[in-house]
């Protein structure tokens, strides 16, 4: 069984703030997603990361594939109240049916 | 273009009632799922399906069933429902073979209250 762990679970910071996410996992993984989920609504996806050290810019959020491809990074710079929401990792094994494994999710807060 | 839609948005059920979960998705995408959500426990596959006709279970399968019968529809089953099934419960649907992204869009979500 896959797993992937995500950190922090709560993240409450001041608009204009850096902050940065964590998804950990000791298996390999053939890509990873990034979703962004709003209260009453389904996770929305952000980016996916197929290759080892892949870097990608999304305005402000960058996402980071780990070299040996088990783990990833959520970077926000400048935070600001619209990044309010709940974040979620997901990684896709090799031969899944485009089966996802979910991190537990960072509930991130911003306050003006 | 409606997306994955879901029926209903809400619902309370007692203890030992039976319940159907309606997903439907107009993209003509092969692979739908459904999953609970649990606070912080991520979201955790119930059950999928790779085609009409085909289902498989994911990692929390006990205590429901599914059916696909038609291409656009995925239906969660609950035969007896217990208040552990208290959750959100989100239909997902992807398509393959599309390059490496198997992005996976979801639906907007059921509130199951079990008392």
């Known amino acids: 069984t896959q797993l992937l762990e995500q950190s922090p679970q709560f993240l409450s910071i001041q608009e204009g703030e850096n902050l940065t996410v964590y998804c950990n996992s000791s298996s390999v993984f053939s890509s990873l997603q990034w979703y962004r989920q709003e209260p009453g609504e389904g996770p929305v996806l952000l980016v996916t990361v197929v290759t080892g050290g892949e870097v990608k810019k999304l305005k402000r959020l960058t996402f980071q594939f780990g070299d040996a491809r088990k783990d990833s990074s959520l970077h926000i710079t400048a935070a600001q109240p619209g990044d309010t929401g709940l974040y979620l990792c997901a990684g896709k094994g090799g031969t899944s049916y485009g089966k996802l494994t979910f991190g537990q999710g960072t509930i991130l807060t911003v306050h003006p | 273009n409606a997306g994955v839609t879901q029926t209903p948005k809400f619902r309370v059920l007692k203890t030992g009632q039976s319940m159907t979960l309606l997903c439907a998705q107009d993209m003509n995408h092969e692979y739908m799922y459904w999953y609970r959500q649990d606070p912080g426990m991520g979201l955790r596959l119930i059950h999928y399906s790779v085609g009409e006709g085909t289902t498989a279970k994911g990692e929390v399968p006990d205590g429901y069933n599914v059916s696909r019968l038609k291409k656009q529809n995925f239906l969660l089953g609950l035969e007896s429902a217990a208040p552990s099934q208290t959750s959100v419960y989100f239909c997902?649907?992807?398509?393959?073979?599309?390059?490496?992204?198997?992005?996976?869009?979801f639906g907007p979500g059921t509130r199951l209250t079990v008392t």
């Open positions: 997902a649907s992807s398509a393959p073979f599309s390059g490496s992204s198997y992005e996976q869009y």
